[in-house]
C-alpha cells in the first residue's frame, strides 16, 4: 500500500483558510522581509518627500519628527505582524478584516488597500523618474529636465517593472534580496559622501531646534497645522510594509517569517533613515539654496558637494527607487490578483488568472495602467512650482493604505480573547496597542486630506485647482463610490474570501476511496 504523500505545513495552512497553493512558494524569510524593505525604500521616500518636510516644519520636524512618528508606525507594524502570523494569505489585510468582521469590512478594506497600493506604485515610480530625469541630465545636459520628460520616463519605469513583475518571477526574490543590500550599502556611501565631502556642516542646534515654514500659511498655524504636515515625510516613506502579507503564499514558513518580516521592515528602516536624513540636514549649510528649491534635497547636494559626488547620490537614489517600485508592483499585483480571487473587482476572473509560470500577469497589467491614469495630473505645473500633484498622490497612497490597517486592527481589538493568535503575538499588550495604532491612523488620515498650501483652501481669494490637493477628492469619490457599491449591489453577491480547497485538502485527510 502506497503512502499518502507528506502535505507541505503552509499548503496546509493556507488550506486551512480555504486556498488551494496556486502561487509559487520559492520566497525565503529573507526574501518576505526584503519586500516591504525594499518598498519602505529610505531611498526613495527620504530624497522624495524631503522638501514636504522641510517646507512644513523645516529639520525639527525630519530630526525630532521621523523618529516620534516612527515608533508609531512601529506599533501599527507589530499589531499587523500578530494578524499576518495568524492569516498568512495574499489577500492580507482584506482577508483578516472580512474573517474578524462581516464581507462589509473585508469589502471596504481590500478597497482601501488596492487604491492605497496603486497610489503607491504611482508616486513612486513618479519619484525614481524624477530623479532619473535629473540623473540623466547631469550626463546628458540636453535632455531637459521638465514635466513632459518626466512623465514620459515615469511611463517607461512603470513599463519595465510590469515587465520585470510578468517575466522574471524566479528572479523577483533574487533582485528583492539585491534590493536590500543596495539600500544598506547605497545609503551608507549617501551618509558618507554627505560627512566627508562637504567643506563645512550645520551645528547640532540648526538641526534640531531650527524651525521653517516655507508653507505659505501664518506662523500661528505652525504647531497645530503646519508641523503636522511635514510629518507626511515619514508616515508615507515608511509604508507598503503590508507586502509581507501579500508575498506571504509565496514565503516559506510565512506564519512567523512574513511576522518578522513584517515589523524588522519598519524597525531597520526608521534608523537607516534618521541616519540619512540627519546627513541631508548637517549638510544643509546653504539654507537659502534650498528654500529656493522648494526644498528639493537635491539643492543640498548641489550646494554643499562637487558636481560628480552630486550626481553619484542621485544615481544610488534613482537605482533604489526603481528596486523600490519593482516591489510595489509585485506588492500590488499580489493583492489585486488575491482581491480578485474573492470575486471583489469588476472582471475578477481576468485579473485573477495566472499564467503556466503562475504568475498573476493580467494583475500586474490593471495595477500599473490604473497608477498612470492617477499620476496624470502631474503634467500640470502648480503656480508655486512645488510637486504638488506628486504630493497628492503620495497622501493618496498614505491614506488608503493605513485606513486599510485601521480596518482589521480595530476588528482584532473587538474580538478580544475569542481571537486564535499564530505562532508570533503579542500577548496581552494587544490592547493597549491596538488602541494606540486607531487613533494616529485616525489623526494621519484627517491632515493628510487638508490643503497643502493656501491657494488650496476653497473660496480663498488666491484659490486656484492647480493647488489643490486631490487626495480628499480621490478618497472621497473612492469611499462615496465603494459604499454605494456595496448598499445597491455587492452586499448581496459579495460573501468574503471563497473557499477554493474541500475540507479534506484542508485537514492534509486523503479522499475516502469509494
Known sequence: MTEPAPVDEDAR??????YKQELSRTWSGFSN??????????????????????????????????????????????????????????????????????????????????IGLIAVTASVDYGCATFMNITVNRFAPGFEVSLGNTFILFAVVLVLHALINVYSHRLISVLQNVSVWWHVFGAAAVVLILVFGPDSHQSMSFVF????????????????????????????????????????????????????????????????????????????????????????VGAIFDSALPGNLATAIFAISTVGQFFCGMSCVTSMSRMTYAFSRDGAIPGWRLWSRVDANRTPVNA???????????????????????????????????????????????????????????????????????????????????????????????????????????????????????????VLSARHWFTGPRRTVDDDAATGEPEPVP
Open 13 to 18: 495552512r493556507l488550506a486551512e483558510l480555504g
Open 33 to 114: 522581509f526584503a519586500i516591504s524593505f525594499s518598498i519602505i525604500s529610505i531611498l526613495a521616500g527620504c530624497f522624495t518627500t524631503f522638501g514636504q518636510a522641510w517646507n512644513n516644519g523645516g529639520p525639527i520636524a525630519i530630526s525630532w519628527g521621523w523618529p516620534l512618528i516612527s515608533v508609531f508606525i512601529l506599533i501599527i507594524g507589530l499589531c499587523m505582524s500578530e494578524l499576518v502570523s495568524a492569516y498568512p494569505t495574499a489577500g492580507g489585510i482584506y482577508w483578516w478584516a472580512a474573517k474578524m468582521g462581516r464581507p462589509v469590512h473585508g469589502w471596504f478594506t481590500g478597497w482601501f488597500n488596492l
Open 209 to 296: 531646534t531650527e524651525t521653517i515654514n516655507n508653507s505659505g500659511f501664518s506662523d500661528t498655524s505652525y504647531w497645530f497645522y503646519v508641523l503636522p504636515l511635514g510629518f507626511l515625510l515619514t508616515q508615507y516613506t515608511i509604508t507598503g510594509f503590508d507586502a509581507c502579507a501579500h508575498v506571504s503564499e509565496e514565503t516559506q514558513g510565512a506564519s512567523t517569517a512574513a511576522a518578522r518580516g513584517l515589523w524588522q521592515s519598519i524597525f531597520y528602516s526608521a534608523i537607516g533613515g534618521w541616519i540619512v536624513l540627519l546627513a541631508f540636514l548637517f549638510a544643509a549649510t546653504d539654507v537659502q539654496a534650498v528654500n529656493e528649491a522648494g526644498g528639493f
Open 364 to 486: 500586474i497589467v490593471f495595477g500599473c495602467v490604473l497608477a498612470l491614469v492617477l499620476t496624470l495630473p502631474a503634467l500640470y505645473e502648480a503656480p508655486n512650482g512645488l510637486p504638488l500633484a506628486f504630493y497628492a498622490v503620495v497622501s493618496v497612497a498614505v491614506i488608503g493604505l493605513y485606513l486599510a490597517f485601521l480596518i482589521p486592527i480595530w476588528l482584532r481589538l473587538r474580538m478580544g480573547d475569542r481571537f486564535e493568535p499564530g505562532p508570533w503575538t503579542l500577548g496581552r499588550r494587544y490592547k493597549v496597542m491596538c488602541w494606540i495604532a486607531i487613533v494616529e491612523i485616525a489623526v494621519v488620515s484627517v491632515y493628510f486630506v487638508m490643503p497643502l498650501v493656501p491657494e488650496a483652501v476653497p473660496f480663498s481669494e488666491d484659490f486656484t485647482w492647480t493647488a489643490v490637493n486631490y487626495a480628499p477628492i480621490v478618497v472621497g469619490v473612492m469611499v462615496l463610490s465603494v459604499g454605494l457599491w456595496w
